[in-house]
């Protein structure tokens, strides 16, 4: 064998290290790219559940010390409701006692 032989097959060689390194070297340099940007999304998705749980938290306390009108209207209206109600009633006891006053002094 000649010495040129043995020389090219040792550069195809290191020729095909050079190339297999380099391909490990894209493939490496993709993932870290995918991982980048799965890491890029994950950081806005935190950013966001952060920014939602702050505004739920917010609307919490806005609504547990804020008065509630409504209760008061309702009491206001239940109130006046009641007494319409006894006060038919009382007319409705008035009435009767004003006939059976009748009925005894027509005896």
Known sequence: MNK?????????SKMEE?????????LLHKREEEEKK?????WVLAIIGAVAA????AYGVYRFFTP???EDFED?????FD???????????NAKKAEVKEDKTEE
Do not use: G, Q, R, W
């Not at 050079?18 to 894209?26: A, D, F, H, P, V």
């Not at 702050?54 to 938290?57: D, G, H, K, R």
């Open 83 to 93: 007494d319409d109600f006894f006060e038919d009633e009382e007319e409705e006891k």
């Open 4 to 12: 040129f032989d043995l020389m090219s097959k040792d550069a195809f």
């Open 68 to 70: 509630d009108y409504l």
């Open 18 to 26: 050079l190339m297999n390194t380099s391909k490990l070297n894209e």
């Open 38 to 42: 799965k890491n890029c999304i994950l």
């Open 76 to 80: 206001d209206f239940d109130d006046d």
């Open 54 to 57: 702050v505004a739920a938290i």
